[in-house]
């Protein structure tokens, strides 16, 4: 069997792929990579393409947008000429997509196949876009690189992730003017509020309420354009953890790009460097102890950082949702913690760094670690995957 897979210029999800690829070669699969040319916009890899072979991506990757992957010198989209099977992951909420979605249906409904890796990205599908076939519930996994001998690790307390600032949003959320303003400013009150709950049913409830009369078709083309609500959520959150636990005196190791930017009254506790590769970060995990995870608004998935933390010998430091609340233990494998409240967690994460708990911490570390490769790990997912090849 012919898998064709596709790396678009996300260097995350094409790191993803790769993983994936290896164990499919294991398994004895042909896999025929692409890799996306952003001056052409045509694609360069290996192998010949067979009519009806499967076509592997993430986040659209090759079928949408400015890397649509299209036959050389014409408008014809490869997978459309050589009727290739579309196997679709996205590894973001589905109201990021909706134009996306919609040029599936359009060109190729009965070969597409989409794939989420939150349980509740995929009751939205059935509710949104009940058209649309999906795949298995596939949460992100981790990667294992290098695990250090926890004597060897010299960085206390590490998080991997770019900062932006919620005011960089409000240029959305003001261009129409205060009334909407307003609206928007309200949602996203209403869910830090309450981070327990759905952006997209608390936008769906307040637009009834504005407008009694909209009609399903109309609630759906608005949270289609709810990203920036999204985002301003996300970096809120992630931003308040990690100021709480600067400001209690911890000093955090940040690989990632904007938090100069964070407010807090102890920036000299992040200890900042620049956005480096998967497998760099990798790297940084295999020299830490604990390592900080802020869910950007998943409520039953997983983000591959919690995973990739604990294949690298390390402790997460999470918070949770129903989902990972079905495998993860508070002090048994992991150190789970309640966003709403950053202050207590910086209270523990210092216990925890004192040296009498490095055994403890160790004892953690390993028994995540024992959880990661019992079952998530991207060779395991791709199991998954090959079952419905």
């Known amino acids: 069997m012919q898998i064709i897979t596709f790396h678009g210029d996300v260097e995350t999800t094409s790191y993803f792929l790769t993983q994936i690829e290896k164990q499919l070669r294991k398994d004895g699969y042909e896999v025929c990579p692409f890799y996306f040319d952003t001056e052409k916009k045509t694609a360069e890899g290996m192998g010949e393409i067979r009519q009806g072979a499967y076509f592997l991506t993430f986040n659209f990757a090759g079928l949408y947008g400015g890397d649509t992957w299209l036959d050389d010198g014409k408008d014809i989209p490869v997978v459309d000429r ?64 290098l695990c250090r001998p926890w004597k060897e690790r010299k960085t206390d307390l590490l998080f991997t992730g ?117 497998e760099e ?48 233990i508070d002090e048994e494998n992991v150190i789970l913690y309640d966003r709403e409240e950053p202050e207590k967690l910086a209270e523990r994460l210092a216990a925890f760094l004192q040296p009498q708990m490095d055994e403890k911490l160790q004892q953690i570390a390993d028994r995540g670690r024992k959880l990661a490769l019992t079952g998530h790990t991207w060779e395991a997912r791709t199991k998954i995957l090959e079952g419905i090849l």
């Open 82 to 145: 050589y009727a290739l099977y579309c196997i679709n992951i996205i590894v973001d909420h589905p109201y990021h997509y909706h134009d996306f979605m919609q040029e599936q249906l359009k060109r190729r409904g009965d070969r597409y196949m989409q794939i989420c890796i939150d349980q509740l990205h995929m009751a939205y599908m059935q509710r949104y876009f009940p058209q649309i076939k999906l795949g298995p519930f596939l949460p992100a996994a981790g990667t294992e690189l």
């Open 162 to 278: 770019t900062y932006v600032c919620p005011s960089h949003f409000d240029v959305f959320i003001n261009r129409n003017g205060e009334e909407y303003s307003r609206f928007y400013h309200s949602i996203i009150d209403e869910v830090l509020a309450d981070p327990q709950q759905l952006l997209e049913n608390v936008a769906r409830r307040r637009l009834v309420e504005e407008i009694p009369e909209v009609t399903e078709e109309e609630i759906r083309e608005t949270l289609g354009h709810i990203q920036f609500l999204d985002y301003y959520i996300r970096f809120t959150l992630r931003g308040n953890v990690v100021a709480a636990l600067a400001d209690a005196g911890l000093k955090i190791h940040i690989i990632g790009a904007g938090w100069e930017n964070l407010p807090c009254r102890h920036p000299e506790n992040l200890i900042l460097s620049p956005y480096v590769s998967s």
């Open 281 to 328: 970060c990798l790297l940084a995990l295999a020299d830490a102890k604990l390592a900080l995870n802020v869910l950007p608004c998943f409520h039953a998935g997983a983000h591959d950082l919690i995973f990739n933390t604990m294949l690298a010998g390390a402790v997460c430091v999470t918070d949770s949702n129903a989902y990972l609340d079905q495998i993860l």
